[in-house]
């Protein structure tokens, strides 16, 4: 896969659930906050976008869970996009630094509300330009 942004993170003991894995819900915590990076790194702001009367909400996601991260575990946090419709397609993939194994994989499908209804946003389209091809 062709990622466009990479972060590194490290698992937290508090992430973790009894059996000393990774909580599958921070798995999206994960993926969320490097969505969050990659916006920031283009200079973009939910905070401003959303006074702008514009939201972007995840629609969708399909998740895979391969190989449970651990506590102290270091990983990477992988993001690729493309545009399909009105509809901003993350697919990311978080590694173990470790080994470089696969730990999970998610399709992310965001859209932007516009004033509260489902629109194509040209802000977005414009940050996101040199990313998502016609």
């Keep these: ?17 009894i059996e000393g894995i990774v909580n599958n819900a921070n798995y999206l915590h994960y993926t969320e906050h490097t969505r969050h990076l990659f916006l920031k790194s ?3 702001s939910f905070a401003d976008m959303h006074a702008r009367g ?3 909400v995840v629609a969708r996601m399909n998740l895979q869970y391969k190989t449970p991260l651990r506590c102290d575990d270091e990983f990477r946090s992988c993001l690729a996009l493309r545009k399909e419709g009105v509809r ?3 697919d990311q993939d978080l590694y ?4 470089g194994q696969l730990c999970f994989r998610a399709k992310v499908e965001l859209v932007c509300l ?10 977005y389209d414009e940050v996101f330009k040199e990313f998502v091809k016609d």
Excluded at 1 to 17: A, G, Q
Excluded at 114 to 123: E, I, K, P, T
């Design 42 to 44: 283009l200079g973009v």
């Design 114 to 123: 516009v004033n509260g209804r489902l629109a194509a946003h040209s802000d």
């Design 88 to 90: 901003y397609v993350f």
């Design 1 to 17: 896969m062709d990622y466009i942004f990479e972060t590194r993170m490290e698992v937290r003991d508090y992430e973790c659930d």
């Design 96 to 99: 173990r630094v470790a080994d």
């Design 54 to 56: 514009t939201d972007a």
